[in-house]
């Protein structure tokens, strides 16, 4: 999870996850991180691994702080419910200046958000794996 408030902090967005809750017996070796196969790549949970999910649920607000979490200490199915604020949004998406290769651009944060840096990455030849 420690990358989840960045998210909802890089979008000005609220972050809601979930887990799943309670002890299974993956007695197929389903939970794989290699499901079709592939020779040379190894299993992350062999068959006959007893998995344990906390049935973590949390909430992050749109600057990245964290509103509320369940308790992990056990492996239970949990519920999580909290309020989401509208007004938060808009705090956090505050006006602000950006330099552009035009010029200078004004708004909230995803209105001066420079997408054509990543043409770049596109351009540069780069495949997935």
Known sequence: MPFIPSRAYDN??????????GE????QG????????????????????LHRWTGNA??????GQLMATTDQSNHEEKMLVIDLD???????RYP????????VARG?????????????ILRS????G
């Open 24 to 27: 299974v017996l993956d007695s």
């Open 96 to 103: 602000c200046e950006v330099k552009t290769t035009s010029g």
């Open 30 to 49: 389903y939970a794989v991180a290699n499901p079709q196969g592939s020779k040379g790549v190894e299993e992350w949970a062999p068959p006959g691994t």
């Open 86 to 92: 509208p007004g938060l949004l808009s705090k956090a």
């Open 12 to 21: 000005r967005i609220f972050v809601i996850g979930v887990n799943h809750g």
């Open 58 to 63: 949390f909430a992050v607000d749109p600057m």
């Open 108 to 120: 909230d944060f995803l209105e001066v958000r420079r997408t054509e840096a990543f043409e770049e």
């Open 125 to 128: 030849g780069r495949t997935r």
